[in-house]
C-alpha cells in the first residue's frame, strides 16, 4: 500500500485535455511509495457560502480526498491569464467554512501545459498565490512551464526523452519536498 496517497487536482475538464494526460504521464515517473489519485471537481455546485452548513455530497467528496491525501499536485490549465474557475470554485469549496480548510498544511506541487509559449506561468502564479494564503507550502523550484507542442507526448501518452528528463527532475524534487513535509 502507497505511504504517501497523492490528491490530484486537475484545473480542466477536457476530455483531451493536455493537463489531464501531464498528471497521467508524471505520475509514472514517482517512486512506488507514491499514488495518484485524481479528485473529481467538474460536478461541484458553484460556491456559495449559504450552503456551508449543508454541503452537497460532492463537497463532502472532495473535502474527505484531500484530507486523506498526504500531499497535492495541481496540474493546471490557464485561461485568460489565470486559473480555470472550475479550479478556483474547488479551492474555496475545501477551504470553508472559515476554520474548516481542508488544504492547510499539505505540500503541493503545482505544474501545467499549454500551447502558448509561456506554457501556464500566469496561472500557476495566481494559483501559487491562492495556495499560501491557505497555508500549503508549495514546491517552488523548479517550476514547470510546459509548452504543449508536437512531440511531448508518444502515442501511447507517455512523455518524450527530453521532456521525461525534465519532468524526472521535476518529480524528484517533489518528492523530497512532500517527504519533508509528511516528517518523513
Do not use: C
Amino acid at each position: 500500500m502507497s505511504q504517501f496517497p497523492i490528491a490530484v487536482v486537475i484545473g480542466s475538464l477536457r476530455r483531451d485535455s493536455f493537463n489531464r494526460k501531464l498528471a497521467t504521464a508524471i505520475a509514472k515517473l514517482a517512486p512506488s511509495e507514491f499514488s495518484f489519485g485524481r479528485v473529481e471537481i467538474g460536478d461541484l455546485p458553484l460556491y456559495n457560502q449559504d450552503d456551508d452548513a449543508n454541503q452537497a455530497e460532492s463537497v463532502k467528496r472532495l473535502k474527505g480526498q484531500i484530507k486523506t491525501a498526504r500531499g497535492l499536485l495541481f496540474v493546471t490549465a490557464e485561461y485568460n491569464r489565470s486559473i480555470p474557475g472550475v479550479l478556483k470554485n474547488a479551492i474555496d469549496h475545501a477551504s470553508r467554512p472559515y476554520g474548516e480548510n481542508v488544504w492547510a498544511g499539505k505540500p503541493a506541487g503545482v505544474l501545467g501545459a499549454s500551447i502558448g509559449a509561456i506554457g501556464t506561468a500566469v496561472a500557476q502564479q495566481h494559483l501559487r498565490t491562492t495556495l499560501a494564503y491557505l497555508d500549503v507550502p508549495t514546491l517552488g523550484q523548479p517550476e514547470a512551464f510546459i509548452h504543449a507542442k508536437e512531440g511531448l507526448f508518444d502515442p501511447s501518452g507517455n512523455l518524450h526523452a527530453d521532456s521525461r528528463k525534465f519532468l524526472q527532475g521535476w518529480m524528484d524534487r517533489y518528492v523530497a519536498w512532500v517527504k519533508k513535509h509528511a516528517g518523513q
